[in-house]
């Protein structure tokens, strides 16, 4: 089955630009959804499809995909963006998929 | 409100079997894919399995660690899905949680998403 790779931390510093990446294959075939999730609570949808938020979400967050990689980026990041972030996906089984996760710190 | 709610979590013993139910409210339950998604202590997302709604043709997929092990049914009428664990694992100590989603093929490509999720129930396996 196929797999979804993540740096494990990434930092940022406030209200600067931040990019976190998520490779895998079943990127060619699905885009790529990302979930954020904070200490003690459920993840939550942050963006899906080509650059889709759901409501509430604010929309320094945005999403680009080339090839087999997808990118979420935060424009302006906040303190309240420290978070672990997950990308997913489904792979060609038809099962799907999570990254590793990738912890940001917000400096 | 659109909402989930998981429920069943408990400690059990390793090769002891458990069922997890996920209520749904605020919305059609029918009319959505259901996934469980579980997190051990520490450690990252892991997808479980889905159950296709019934317009699909209610099948389900697993991940292939708990293939075998577990089953996922539904019950539309009562807007509630279940997770049956049995032959239970230490490893499968976690945090559970369901969530609703949607996929789908477009121009541009296939799409799947979780757009809700409940807050999760503990499964604690141990002797």
């Known amino acids: ?107 | 409100e659109v909402q989930l709610v998981e429920s069943g979590g408990g400690l059990v013993q390793p090769g002891r079997s458990l069922r997890l139910s996920c209520t749904g409210s605020g919305f059609m339950f029918g009319d959505y894919a259901m996934n469980w998604v579980r997190q051990a202590p520490g450690k990252g997302l892991e997808w479980v399995g889905f159950i296709r709604s019934k317009t699909y043709g209610g099948t389900t997929e697993y991940a292939a660690s708990v293939k075998g092990r577990f089953t996922i049914s539904r019950d539309d009428s009562k807007s509630i899905a279940y997770l049956q664990m049995n032959s239970l694992k230490t490893e499968d100590t976690a945090v559970y949680y369901c969530s609703r989603s949607i996929f789908y093929y477009d121009f541009w490509g296939g799409h799947y998403y979780m757009d809700v999720w409940g807050k999760g129930t503990t499964v604690t396996v141990s002797s």
């Open chain 1, 1 to 107: 089955s196929s797999e979804l790779t993540q740096d494990p931390a990434v930092s940022v510093a406030l209200g600067q630009t931040v990019r976190i990446t998520c490779q895998g294959d079943s990127l060619r075939s699905y885009y790529a959804s990302w979930y954020q999730q904070k200490p003690g609570q459920a993840p939550v949808l942050v963006i899906y499809g080509k650059d889709n938020r759901p409501s509430g979400i604010p929309d320094r967050f945005s999403v680009s995909s080339s090839g087999n990689t997808a990118s979420l980026t935060i424009t302006g990041a906040q303190a309240e963006d420290e978070a672990d972030y997950y990308c997913s996906s489904r792979d060609s089984s038809g099962t799907g998929i999570f990254g590793g996760g990738t912890k940001l710190t917000v400096l």
